[in-house]
């Protein structure tokens, strides 16, 4: 039996057909979807479809990545997040709780989305922001810079948030 430590000590394991990253036995990857030789897929994680996970990225927890979604660089998806669609979440991003990144969207450099939040369409979080709670970024909306959209906020449209600004509450821009 092979195995490999995940971080929590070792357990067992194998090498993807697609690509020869890392995946837990306990996880699960399509041998349509692509793991590249440093990423990781582990605990009860998914990734299904021409979904692709590569460079040093993890997913992890009950994630699922799926559709032609891509996670990659330093990038973490877990605990029930899902990444569908065209997605991408890149740099050191991190897409977690029950958060759903969608479609078109994107997430990266430091940025977090989790919660149950939702980042979709041609929606772009980047640099130190932070999208949470029931929050909602979608259409052409960016949310950048230290910007934070919680609670039931809606960032839509062509909105830009940027700097220190905070939007939440019912508020819908």
Do not use: K
């Given at each position: 039996?092979?195995?490999?430590?995940?971080?929590?000590?070792?357990?067992?394991?194998?090498?993807?057909?697609?690509?020869?990253?890392?995946?837990?036995?306990?996880?699960?990857?399509?041998?349509?979807?692509?793991?590249?030789?440093?990423?990781?897929?582990?605990?009860?994680?998914?990734v299904l479809g021409h979904a692709t996970v590569q460079g040093n990225a993890q997913v992890f927890g009950n994630a699922m990545v799926f559709g032609?979604?891509?996670?990659?660089?330093?990038?973490?998806?877990?605990?029930?997040?899902?990444?569908?669609?065209?997605?991408?979440?890149?740099?050191?991003?991190?897409?977690?709780?029950?958060?759903?990144?969608?479609?078109?969207?994107?997430?990266?450099?430091?940025?977090?989305?989790?919660?149950?939040?939702?980042?979709?369409?041609?929606?772009?979080?980047?640099?130190?922001?932070?999208?949470?709670?029931?929050?909602?970024?979608?259409?052409?909306?960016?949310?950048?810079?230290?910007?934070?959209?919680?609670?039931?906020?809606?960032?839509?449209?062509?909105?830009?948030?940027?700097?220190?600004?905070?939007?939440?509450?019912?508020?819908?821009?």
């Open positions: 039996m092979t195995t490999f430590d995940f971080g929590s000590g070792s357990v067992p394991a194998h090498r993807h057909c697609n690509g020869g990253g890392w995946v837990a036995d306990t996880a699960f990857v399509a041998d349509t979807a692509f793991v590249a030789c440093n990423a990781r897929v582990f605990d009860n994680a998914r032609n979604a891509v996670v990659y660089d330093n990038a973490r998806v877990f605990n029930n997040a899902l990444v569908y669609g065209n997605a991408q979440v890149f740099g050191n991003a991190m897409v977690y709780g029950s958060a759903r990144a969608s479609r078109d969207a994107m997430v990266f450099e430091n940025a977090m989305v989790f919660d149950t939040a939702w980042v979709f369409d041609d929606a772009r979080v980047f640099g130190n922001a932070m999208v949470y709670g029931n929050a909602q970024v979608f259409g052409n909306a960016m949310v950048f810079e230290n910007a934070m959209v919680f609670d039931t906020a809606w960032v839509s449209s062509n909105t830009h948030v940027s700097g220190d600004t905070i939007v939440s509450g019912d508020v819908r821009m």
